[in-house]
C-alpha cells in the first residue's frame, strides 16, 4: 500500500515539475509525450534502472553502442524494448548528468543523438501503434527534452542547498546556460541582472 501511495506521489510531483518547466521553456509536447517523460522520471528515480544486472549480483551501466548492437541482433519485439531501454537512459543521462558528460569520451552529443535514433527507430517499427506518435516526438525534439530535463535537475540542485547551488554556479559559469542563470536568479544566488 506504501509503495502506491510513494508511487503516485512521485508521478504527481514530475507530473506539476515538467508541466512547470516545459510552460516555462515555451515548450510545445503532446500530452501523452509529457505523460512519457513523466513516467520515466518516477521509473529512474529508482537508481537501479539505470544499471544492467551483470555476472553475479554486480550491476554496471551498459554501454548505447552494446545496447544498440544487441538490439539489432533481436526479433522485432525485443529490438523494441532494447531500443526503448536505449532511449530512455539516453535521455535521462544527457538531461540530468550533462555536465558530467563534457569531460567524457563520449560526450552529451552522443547519448542526444543515440537516444534520437533510437526513437525514430521505435517509430518506424510500430508505425501501426498508438504510440508511435510519443516516439516520433520524441525523436524529433530529443534536444529540447533534454533541455527540460537539465532545468529540471538544476532546480532539484539548487533547492538542495549552498552544495547544490555551487554545483549550478559551477555549471553555468562553464556554460553560460540561461536557464542556469536563471534557476541561480530564483535561488537568490545570482543578483537581478546578472543571466545574460
Known amino acids: 500500500m506504501s509503495n502506491l501511495v510513494v508511487g503516485s506521489t512521485l508521478k504527481e510531483f514530475f507530473r506539476m515539475l515538467v508541466g512547470e518547466v516545459v510552460s516555462r521553456q515555451k515548450v510545445t509536447l503532446a500530452e ?5 517523460v513523466v513516467n520515466l522520471l518516477s521509473e529512474f528515480a529508482a537508481a537501479e534502472k539505470l544499471f544492467t544486472q551483470t555476472d553475479g549480483s554486480k550491476v554496471d551501466t551498459e554501454p548505447l553502442a552494446v ?3 544487441r538490439a539489432m541482433q533481436q526479433d522485432r519485439d525485443a529490438r523494441i524494448k532494447t ?10 543521462t544527457a538531461g540530468f548528468f550533462a555536465d558530467s558528460l563534457r569531460d567524457r569520451v ?10 534520437g535514433s533510437a526513437y525514430a527507430a521505435i517509430a518506424q517499427m510500430s508505425h501501426a501503434s498508438s504510440f508511435s506518435s510519443v516516439y516520433w516526438e520524441l ?5 529540447t527534452v533534454v533541455e527540460v530535463l537539465e532545468e529540471i535537475a538544476a532546480r532539484g540542485m539548487a533547492a538542495q542547498g549552498p552544495g547544490g547551488q555551487v ?9 553560460g546556460n540561461e536557464r ?4 541561480l536568479l530564483e ?3 545570482m543578483p537581478k541582472g546578472q543571466p545574460n
Not at 563520449?106 to 537516444?115: A, E, F, L, N, R
Not at 525523436?139 to 534536444?143: L, T, V
Not at 554545483?167 to 556554460?175: A, D, G, Q
Not at 542556469?180 to 534557476?183: A, P
Open 32 to 36: 501523452v509525450t509529457e505523460f512519457y
Open 67 to 69: 545496447l544498440y548492437h
Open 83 to 92: 531500443l526503448r531501454q536505449l532511449g530512455d537512459v539516453s535521455l535521462y
Open 106 to 115: 563520449v560526450g552529451p552529443d552522443y547519448y542526444i543523438q543515440m537516444g
Open 139 to 143: 525523436h524529433q525534439k530529443f534536444r
Open 167 to 175: 554545483k549550478v554556479l559551477e555549471s553555468y559559469t562553464r556554460t
Open 180 to 183: 542556469l542563470g536563471q534557476v
Open 187 to 189: 535561488a537568490g544566488v
